[in-house]
């Protein structure tokens, strides 16, 4: 199954969202399927023990000194993710993805203005608290700009800009040469993986309905120009394009919601990273950078695992240590 999370970049047109069609069986028919799902894997998840099925770095044989080191370049892989899209986003005078095109006025300028300013601060890992901050505040002036449904498409932005808050933007930053703003908030550090995951979900479980499940005219139209449905040639002929539609809504909503409730993420990632990425050769440079910051969450994902107050401390750790070698290599240079 192709994942197309975000049909509007490439339709043109006005399509609004039909709330109508939240009591309708074509709506309540996949929030069952997948409240379903959701709810025996994380039963299952914890019979277990809340153990992963996918063996994280440690149990494939990576010592715990090199998996502190690789967590603490996590902040670095997302802080460089999305700043590409900001940067991109920025200089073609849209917040965040093409579809939320600002105005072009001073106000809208000094939007785009600011999304190019946090890239440079995530890419050079510079005041990265104070652009994570930024970050924030201009998702909240989309949403005064666009309305909350178009914003709340993009709410994963408030999960990476509580994550880079907590975590500063680790080794290879200005931030830690300078010695200040580098350090993680240890209070926050149980918190920013988990928000940022929720966050991460729950924009793929809106995006299910506001380009899916509730506004089928618009998901019809993208089929009818890129003919995804791969369904009827492999022998479902009776798959029309509006069952394929439904049935991609409610794999979309069922990813959302498991990564949103925290069973089994290692799984969860690895089994949506294929059809997550097929359309990247169909659809281009555009599909591509738009998804950069959820690349860069995946990958995260995959090294975190299942959220563990070691993990958390290990990050920490690692950090100071890079810190403390640089340190180091700063006074044997100058002797």
């Given at each position: ?223 009818a120009i890129h003919p995804f449905n791969f369904l009827p040639a492999l022998g479902f002929e009776q798959i029309t394009d509006l069952d394929f539609l439904i049935i991609a809504g409610t794999v979309e909503l069922t990813f959302g919601l498991l990564l949103a409730s925290g069973a089994f993420v290692r799984l969860t990632i690895l089994v949506l990273w294929v059809p997550f990425n097929l359309t990247i050769p169909f ?53």
């Open positions: 199954m192709l994942l197309v999370m975000h049909e509007r970049w490439f339709t043109e047109g006005h399509f609004p969202v039909h709330f109508g069609d939240a009591l309708t069986g074509r709506t309540l028919l996949p929030v069952a399927i997948a409240i379903a799902i959701t709810t025996v894997a994380t039963l299952l998840w914890r019979v277990r023990g809340r153990r992963a099925i996918v063996p994280g770095p440690l149990e494939i044989g990576m010592t715990w000194e090199n998996y502190q080191s690789l967590l603490s370049w996590m902040p670095l892989i997302i802080g460089v993710h999305t700043a590409v899209l900001l940067m991109v986003s920025g200089v073609e005078l849209q917040l965040f993805v093409p579809n939320l095109e600002l105005p072009w006025h001073f106000l809208g300028g000094a939007i785009a203005l600011a999304e190019i300013v946090i890239a440079l601060s995530f890419l050079y890992g510079a005041l990265t608290r104070l652009g994570a901050i930024l970050l924030a505040a201009i998702w909240l002036a989309g949403v005064i700009f666009f309305g909350p449904v178009l914003l709340l498409e993009h709410v994963l932005f408030l999960g990476i800009a509580f994550f880079l808050f907590a975590t500063g933007r680790g080794p290879l930053a200005i931030d830690m040469t300078m010695q200040r703003l580098h350090k993680p908030a240890e209070r926050l550090m149980p918190y920013a993986v988990p928000v940022l995951r929720i966050l991460t979900g729950t924009s793929i479980v809106v995006l299910s309905f506001t380009e899916k499940l509730w506004n089928v005219p618009m998901g019809l139209k993208f089929l659809l281009g440079w555009r599909e591509l950078v738009g998804h950069l910051p959820i690349y860069g969450i995946m990958a995260l994902l995959l090294i975190w695992g299942e959220q563990k107050p070691a993990t958390d401390a290990a990050f920490v750790e690692g950090v100071e240590r890079k810190d403390n070698e640089r340190v180091v290599d700063q006074k044997a240079s100058s002797r």
